[in-house]
Every structure is written in structure tokens, then in C-alpha cells.
């Protein structure tokens, strides 16, 4: 038992070394697809990652989360089956000099990597009703992405590289996997040690799309008011965030 | 211009301060409802949140995100209004004791918290077909969630405590906020500094739901398979990091 009254809050400050420690995972996090190791994951380090996905928030409390952690190359083997068909299929869509940049291009590491995990939601795990999701039924599917993106940065600060498989199609991963309704796939994630993370998106650096000024997406009280006064200042400081995140300085440095 | 290769890969080490930083945001986080100050937050601080979510992974690069930042206390009332029916038809979903519970939860703090923030995709930003969506049409949303949580983490970082508001039927922020389609809104978020934060999560600590032992949603290669031996030694330490989180203690502590 826990000895503390529940209700109880306390005082848990942040240092400049820890604010430091987020902002490093969040800026250096990169969607891996090429850099694998095949070195093993220590389970104490799995452990922390799991853990630190587990404390996503979640809509009504719900955890709706579950982790398929993925080794048998068998498996991985059929849903990289399952990739490549998509794959085709995708690259279709695209015409031109997109085309063949998207044939180029690297988009999964599913059987380089030691470690396949998937990540799911099961819509049913608390009942019909669920405490916050009765107007938007989306809210805990995007419970199980809180808990991807914690992974996601967990992984990261403990070095390893992750990547979101997304070109595969929706009847793959329930039947290789064997996931019954109601619980659906949110996330295909690759994961293990890397030979190094790129600087900056792949897509990114091979011009597929680019970074957008962040100043450009603010809007001050209502949609489109993006010339607002009360987002005047704020928009001149994130100029120049945006700045010095492009020379790999993390913003909250300039004031240590 | 940027005078390093754009393909270039660093060497970003974590060392164990930089881990603890991340993984103390993670476990610190919290929903906040109820602790709101009117202290205004200092647009440097503001800044580096956006900048933090602005830094999500997306599909295919696509970015569909925008923040309206709301802090009008007309608009803020509207919004409230819309929170009041929904929260009122959604009681009525609920009988007896958890009615009883429902009605005693504080559930948002849109009036009192300086700053709300809707966070929205843009499902249109980078026309029809998107690189990784043409499977799934749902990951630019998921892309618009993981940028909420890292804007949620960085502002517990900041020591800002941050709430969603999903409880407004869908028509209410398109409505109120104008957001034109095929904008969608994603999270409707209160954030401001805190008199303090719970030290567990509201709805376990009203037992609204318990807290899910982790390692009863681990399964080994394909679902179900729990008791898979491959797993099993993972298990044990997802059981002994789950009763250090319980006392309060983050994980990596223990290799220090």
C-alpha cells in the first residue's frame, strides 16, 4: 500500500538539465528505416520504453493499449510480405519524377530490425460507454498514438531507433498477427540499436516535402487569423526557435 | 544555409540526466482539470511548446497540423457552453453510482486555464494522396495526435499543466472556432501553471478505472500469446518497473 493520501499533490520541479532532456528526445527523434543493428535489446531496456509507453493519457482512463512485441522472423516475414504488396500498390498512385523518387526512397526496416512491436486499441476494453469518447468515438485510438509517441521518444533517449510502418493493408496485421475485433492496429513499429540517426527527415532531406514555418500555423482565437496582434510577439519568438532549431541549437539553450 | 551534408547522421548521446528528463515528463504528466492560475504564460515558454510539437512525426512528412490559440474569453465561453450539453447528455449515458461518480468529477478548465489551444489536421495540406495514408486514411489524424503529446510533455517540462477537452460534440469547435473543412479539429487543450499536480491520475484516484498491470498486455509474436517464453523474463521486469512507478519512483533511477 501506498501510504500518501491519493489525492495528493506534490511538488515535482524540472531543472534546465531535465527540460534539456525532453527537448532532446523530442527534436532528435527521426523515423528510422535504414540504420538497424542487429544487436539484441536488453529487456531492462524494453521494460522502460513499455513502462514509459504505458503512461500515455488516455481518454475516461481507458489504457486501451496493447503491445504485440514482434522477434519470430517468420512473422516479420509476412507482414514485410504485406509491405511490399502495399508498396507496389502506393507507388502507383504517384506519377513522374515523384514516382521515381518514391521508388528510391527506404520506408521500413521490418526485417532488420530485432525488434517489430504493435501497437493497438481495443475499442472495447472498458465497455460501450466510455467517459469522454461519446462525442468523438476517434478518442481512444488516439489514446494508443499518446502511448506510440512516448515509445517513440522512450526509444530514443535510451538510443535506439524506431519507425511507424504505415503502407500496409488494413486486413495485414489482424490477420498475421491474429488481432480480433474489437481491437484494431494502430502502429507497426520497427525498433532497435542504429548505426546513427539522420540529421534531419528523410523526406525532408531528399526534398520529398518540406519543413513548414511554424509561424504559418499559428491562429490567434479563431481559424485563419493568423495576422493577429495577440500572436504578434509570439510569432516573432517562434521565427526564430524555428531558427535555431534548423542549426540543431534546441531553443530552450538560449536561456541557460 | 546549412554548410553539413543534409544526409549527414550525428552522434546525439543521452546520458542518464538527459534520460530522466524525458522519463520524468512522461510519468509527471497529468489530464489537469482543476488547478489552473491565471498566471499568463511568456511567449518564449509558449514558443517552445509549439516548436516541440511542431517537431511530431507525420506521415509522409505531411505536417497537417495548426494551433489556434485561443486565450478571447467570448470564444473560451463559447466553447464552455458547448462543453456544458455534452457533458450533460453524456451523464445520462451513465447510471447509479457511476452517474453518482460522473457528476462529481471536475472534467475541464477551458474558463480558468490563461491559454486554450485547439490542435487540428489539415486533411488536405498536401493534396489527395499522401506517402503511408493510402492504407490507412487515419494516420494524418494519428500524425495531429503525436504532436499533441509532445506539446502536453514539453509543457509538463515547462511546469504548465495541460487538459483535453474531449467532451464538446464535433460540430461545436468547427463552429465556434471556424474551422473551415477539410480542417478537423483534434484536440481542444486548457493549459496554464498549476497549483499543483495530482500525484496519479484523477479517474484512478476517484477509481474510476484502476491503473492496468503492463504486463498483461504484453503478448509474444502474435495475440494472445501471453505466456509466450519469449517474454517471460521481459514480464519480470515490466512487473518490478510497474511497482517502482506505483512508489512514485521512474524507472532508470534504478541503474544509477
Given at each position: 500500500?501506498?501510504?500518501?493520501?491519493?489525492?495528493?499533490?506534490?511538488?515535482?520541479?524540472?531543472?534546465?538539465?531535465?527540460?534539456?532532456?525532453?527537448?532532446?528526445?523530442?527534436?532528435?527523434?527521426?523515423?528510422?528505416?535504414?540504420?538497424?543493428?542487429?544487436?539484441?535489446?536488453?529487456?531492462?531496456?524494453?521494460?522502460?520504453?513499455?513502462?514509459?509507453?504505458?503512461?500515455a493519457p488516455s481518454v475516461?482512463?481507458?489504457?486501451?493499449?496493447?503491445?504485440?512485441?514482434?522477434?519470430?522472423?517468420?512473422?516479420?516475414?509476412?507482414?514485410?510480405?504485406?509491405?511490399?504488396?502495399?508498396?507496389?500498390?502506393?507507388?502507383?498512385?504517384?506519377?513522374?519524377?515523384?514516382?521515381?523518387?518514391?521508388r528510391t526512397l527506404k520506408?521500413?526496416?521490418?526485417?532488420?530490425?530485432?525488434?517489430?512491436?504493435?501497437?493497438?486499441?481495443?475499442?472495447?476494453?472498458?465497455?460501450?460507454?466510455?467517459?469522454?469518447?461519446?462525442?468523438?468515438?476517434?478518442?481512444?485510438?488516439?489514446?494508443?498514438?499518446?502511448?506510440?509517441?512516448?515509445?517513440?521518444?522512450?526509444?530514443?533517449?535510451?538510443?535506439?531507433?524506431?519507425?511507424?510502418?504505415?503502407?500496409?493493408?488494413?486486413?495485414?496485421?489482424?490477420?498475421?498477427?491474429?488481432?480480433?475485433?474489437?481491437?484494431?492496429?494502430?502502429?507497426?513499429?520497427?525498433?532497435?540499436?542504429?548505426?546513427?540517426?539522420?540529421?534531419?527527415?528523410?523526406?525532408?532531406?531528399?526534398?520529398?516535402?518540406?519543413?513548414?514555418?511554424?509561424?504559418d500555423l499559428v491562429h490567434?482565437?479563431?481559424?485563419?487569423?493568423?495576422?493577429?496582434?495577440?500572436?504578434?510577439?509570439?510569432?516573432?519568438?517562434?521565427?526564430?526557435?524555428?531558427?535555431?532549431?534548423?542549426?540543431?541549437?534546441?531553443?530552450?539553450?538560449?536561456?541557460?
Amino acid at each position: 500500500m501506498d501510504h500518501r493520501s491519493p489525492a495528493q499533490q506534490r511538488e515535482v520541479h524540472f531543472s534546465p538539465a531535465d527540460r534539456h532532456g525532453l527537448y532532446k528526445a523530442i527534436f532528435n527523434r527521426r523515423d528510422v528505416r535504414g540504420q538497424f543493428k542487429p544487436d539484441p535489446i536488453p529487456e531492462a531496456v524494453l521494460s522502460r520504453i513499455l513502462l514509459a509507453a504505458h503512461h500515455a493519457p488516455s481518454v475516461g482512463f481507458m489504457q486501451p493499449w496493447d503491445f504485440v512485441i514482434v522477434t519470430d522472423p517468420e512473422v516479420k516475414r509476412r507482414v514485410h510480405a504485406g509491405f511490399l504488396e502495399a508498396q507496389a500498390r502506393e507507388m502507383e498512385l504517384f506519377s513522374g519524377d515523384r514516382k521515381e523518387l518514391y521508388r528510391t526512397l527506404k520506408l521500413e526496416g521490418i526485417m532488420e530490425a530485432p525488434v517489430n512491436i504493435c501497437v493497438t486499441c481495443d475499442r472495447g476494453r472498458t465497455g460501450a460507454i466510455v467517459l469522454g469518447r461519446t462525442n468523438d468515438m476517434a478518442m481512444d485510438l488516439y489514446s494508443s498514438v499518446c502511448a506510440v509517441q512516448n515509445l517513440w521518444l522512450a526509444a530514443r533517449a535510451e538510443g535506439l531507433g524506431v519507425g511507424w510502418v504505415s503502407i500496409l493493408h488494413r486486413d495485414v496485421l489482424p490477420g498475421v498477427l491474429g488481432i480480433p475485433e474489437p481491437v484494431v492496429p494502430i502502429a507497426y513499429l520497427c525498433m532497435g540499436y542504429v548505426t546513427g540517426f539522420h540529421e534531419r527527415p528523410e523526406l525532408e532531406t531528399a526534398r520529398w516535402l518540406p519543413r513548414l514555418p511554424l509561424d504559418d500555423l499559428v491562429h490567434g482565437n479563431t481559424w485563419g487569423n493568423k495576422d493577429a496582434p495577440s500572436c504578434a510577439s509570439l510569432k516573432e519568438h517562434l521565427r526564430q526557435d524555428m531558427a535555431r532549431a534548423r542549426q540543431g541549437t534546441i531553443p530552450d539553450k538560449a536561456e541557460e
